[in-house]
């Protein structure tokens, strides 16, 4: 088991972020070129426990297999390669069966349904060492979460095997788009992580920009222009009502973020073509300013603890990152290499800055540690922006939008490592996505 | 100001009118930008020679102003449309002003908010230094939401970098 731990370790984090595991070096970020090999698994079931429970078991096997192969760390073996058929949830593993097709892992589940609930019960096995990983577990939900029950097991069997937190069980708001480039219309919606059930949350009867969760997931902080001018709003998501945030007449807000305490709004404020960050009370409204300079101050975002924002400024002359108390005041700038920095976002970890980078007319995402240092580029396009990060804080979604007339926004994700970028499904363009807290 | 241009002008205001900005300026009977809204190109304002009519201001003087790459500094040839467009205010004070301010799409999204109120304010101050009334006139920023110009060129992008002076009548006014 320990060799399996750490084979998927070294194939999460080629070796640099693997350290973190075994000793205290700070985090070093490299770009690493090995190919990784993903580890093979196999997942044997869900059994049908229950006849009514056939068509709810195929679904939910396929949702854990396209989770887990989803993170490019992880390859599903065929089922036609399969020697024994574990025909019952309680059949002993042959394990040499399953070692000689290289199953590395393996799943075993059933699926019941019962009192009106689905029922999961599902064990992972390290076939190579013969022994289960960890205890066997049972959940249920209503039938109207299935979807919800295949990303908990697929959190279980993932956060078991690479040592990690969880981050299937998730959302994403976004900004779905529509329309010609010069009229785009816009609204915001709400969906799974990997782009099922998406929801409508607004119509597309004014532009809507860069929905932000709340850390507990109930609440959405967003930019409308319902008034004709770019206003801070607040959405409820169970219910979808939503209220404008008080604001000073003549002034501009946006880019608003959630403190992590739920209780505050830091955001951008314009007034007489000066932007600067500002801190509401969201319950009282009273406002603070947090800076005073004449240059363009936007994108705060708090850090996992509330007591520091990160912040993007052009005080310098050009767009860079900073750091300040949440109190405001001074701001260490902690970006210098070449070209832009942008839309800092701080990992939900607390250890990494993601931002945007633009630089000889290409865009990046890209991630660096909080004091600045070992910056490393993601992605690279005509136009990325906009990181935000997985529950987990090892996977980054962003926005990517191809050039010209019929250029079109989607929405991408890609590891912190720069590996498995790929294209998130959604049912048209869309932009601006925010990942939720794991749901509860 | 050529065919292709006007044009593109069309296309862009009539999309801004499609957005449903329920402010008091942005809903009046002409519509923004006069007499491209709704209120029907040219039945009942006058046409580009009459120097009373929002296409006067619009099209003869010119309603938009352009800057330079992540800049908001005001070009001679800017402050020249600007000085007539405040001269026009001037004598015609029953129409109010919103100025948006706009980007092109080479920033993110929040940054450009911020440059587009730049631009917006950089016109809106040298309207007031050049006599017009500071409460007739409002700002908004698009960022780099409402290009004129859809192509991924430094041609159009040059178009796209703009503070557009939209005029309208005050609601008394007809």
Known sequence: MMRFVLAMLVALFAGSFGALAQDQEPLHITITDGVIEPLPFAIAGFIPETPDAADVAAQLTQVVSSDLSGTGLFREIPKSAYIQNIAKFDTPVNYSDWQAINAQALVVGSVAMSGGKVVVKFRLFDVFSGQQMGEGQQLAASPGSWRRLAHKVSDVIYSRITGEGP?????????????????????????????????????????????????????????????????????????????????????????????????????????????????????????????????????????????????????????????????????????????????????????????????????????????????????????????????????????????????????YSVDISGRNLKKVPTPGPASDPAWSPLLP | MNFATKAALAVAILGLAACSNPDKYGSGATGPGGTLGPGGAGINQGGINDPNSPAYFSQTIGDMVHFSVDQSTLSDTARGILTQQASWLVSHPTYTAIIEGHADEQGTRDYNLALGARRANAAQEFLISQGVAGNRLRTVSYGKERPLAICSTEECYAKNRRAVTVISQSAAGS
Do not use: C
């Not at chain 1, 981050?167 to 915001?188: H, I, M, T, W």
């Not at chain 1, 608003?256 to 007034?271: A, C, H, I, M, T």
């Not at chain 1, 000889?360 to 690279?380: K, N």
């Open chain 1, 167 to 411: 981050y299937f069980d998730s959302r994403v708001v976004f900004v779905s788009e529509s329309g010609p480039k010069n009229a785009r219309q816009k609204r915001l919606a709400v969906m799974d992580y990997d782009g099922a059930n998406v929801t409508y949350l607004t119509d597309a009867s004014t532009i809507v920009l860069a929905p932000r969760f709340s850390r507990d997931g109930t609440r959405v902080l967003y930019t409308t222009f319902e008034t004709g001018f770019p206003r801070i709003k607040m959405l409820d998501v169970a219910t979808a009502s939503a209220r404008l945030l008080p604001d000073v007449p003549g002034t501009m807000t946006f880019a608003p973020r959630f403190s992590p305490d739920g209780k505050k709004v830091v955001y951008s404020l314009e007034q007489n073509g000066n932007t600067d960050l500002w801190m509401m009370d969201i319950a009282s409204g009273q406002t603070q300013r947090l800076t005073t300079s004449p240059s363009i101050e936007t994108s705060p975002s708090f850090s996992p603890d509330g007591s520091r924002i990160v912040f993007e400024s052009d005080r310098s002359g050009t767009q860079q990152l900073y750091i300040m108390s949440t109190g405001g005041g001074d701001a260490t700038r902690i970006s210098f290499g070449d070209g832009r920095y942008s839309t800092p976002v701080w990992s939900p970890r607390g250890d990494m800055i993601a931002f945007t980078k633009q630089n000889s007319g290409r865009f990046h995402i890209g991630v660096m540690r909080t004091d600045g240092s070992e910056e490393r580029l993601l992605t690279s396009s005509f136009l990325d922006e906009g990181p935000t990060w997985s529950p987990n804080g090892r996977v980054i979604m962003f926005t990517r939008e191809t050039p010209g007339a019929q250029g079109e926004a989607a929405l």
